[in-house]
C-alpha cells in the first residue's frame, strides 16, 4: 500500500467518524427540538383552562378546516396583568416604583400578545432542518 493510499483511508475513517458524530448531534438537537415543542404544547393547553374534552372537540374541528363556534367561549379566564412604573422618588433620591394591576380576559391577553410579537418582536429567518 502507497503512503498516499493510507494516508487517504485514514482521512476517511477520520471523516466517517466525524460524520458519526454530527449525525448524533442532528438527532439529540432535533429530540430536543420534539421535547420543547411538547413543552410549550401542553403549557398552551394548560393555559387556556381546556378539559381533554373540549381540546379534543378543538383539534377535531381543525382537522375537517373548521373552527369550533364555542372555541373561543371555552376559554373564558381572566388574567391579572402586572406593570410596574415610576411613581416618584424619596427622599433619599431613590425611585418609587409600584405596579400598576388590570384584569384581563385571556381573549384580550391573546391580542396583546399576537400585537406586541407581530410589531415589536425582531423577525429572525430560521431554516427549516
Not at 411613581?87 to 384581563?104: R, S
Amino acid at each position: 500500500m502507497t503512503k498516499k493510499r493510507k494516508r487517504l483511508e485514514d482521512e476517511l475513517k477520520k471523516l466517517i467518524a466525524k460524520k458519526a458524530e454530527v449525525e448524533a448531534r442532528i438527532t439529540e438537537t432535533q429530540d430536543q427540538i420534539q421535547e420543547e415543542t411538547n413543552i410549550e404544547i401542553h403549557e398552551m393547553v394548560h393555559a387556556a383552562h381546556l378539559t381533554p374534552e373540549q381540546l379534543a372537540d378543538v383539534l377535531a374541528a381543525f382537522r375537517k378546516g373548521s373552527i369550533p363556534v364555542n372555541a373561543m367561549d371555552m376559554i373564558t379566564e381572566e388574567e391579572t396583568l402586572t406593570k410596574p412604573y415610576l411613581a416618584g422618588q424619596g427622599e433619599d433620591g431613590k425611585n418609587i416604583w409600584k405596579d400598576e394591576k388590570t384584569t384581563v380576559s385571556n381573549r384580550e391577553l391573546k391580542s396583546m400578545v399576537e400585537f406586541y410579537k407581530k410589531d415589536l418582536v425582531p423577525k429572525y429567518d430560521i431554516p427549516e432542518l
